[in-house]
Nanobody, 124 residues
Framework: QVHLVESGGGLVQAGGSLRLSCTASGRILSSNAMGWFRQAPGKEREFVAMIRWSSSSTYYTDSVKGRFTISGDNAKNMVYLQMNSLKPEDTAVYYC?????????????????WGQGTQVTVSS
């Protein structure tokens, strides 16, 4: 099991920026992908972005393309989510997640380790 800890959430005005960080520890060598998901009150957890370590390929949900950037340093066991041009609808708890699946898909079921989440609130 991989232990994940997120940081960097907070309150920001619409149009502002935040950078989330996630530190991984544990069985890191088995990690094939890491991702960010979010969950707003009363809604299901949804995919935001992911990175596959083997190819450094990145994937985003349509609503954040052009505004969010996922990056990572597998050697340092870190993954980041740079969020720009934030909107009130981006308000949610953001979770870092890890997948051991080589062809992990952008869905919660493919990720087996999760952080505790960090709150992001965007005011209008």
């Amino acid at each position: 099991q991989v232990h994940l800890v997120e940081s960097g959430g907070g309150l920001v005005q619409a149009g502002g920026s935040l950078r989330l960080s996630c530190t991984a520890s544990g069985r890191i060598l088995s990690s094939n992908a890491m991702g960010w998901f979010r969950q707003a009150p009363g809604k299901e957890r949804e995919f935001v972005a992911m990175i596959r370590w083997s190819s450094s390929s990145t994937y985003y949900t349509d609503s954040v393309k052009g505004r969010f950037t996922i990056s990572g340093d597998n050697a340092k066991n870190m993954v980041y989510l740079q969020m720009n041009s934030l909107k009130p609808e981006d308000t949610a708890v953001y979770y870092c997640a890890d997948s051991m699946r080589y062809w992990a898909q952008p869905r919660p079921a493919d990720f087996s380790s999760w952080g505790q989440g960090t709150q992001v609130t965007v005011s209008s």
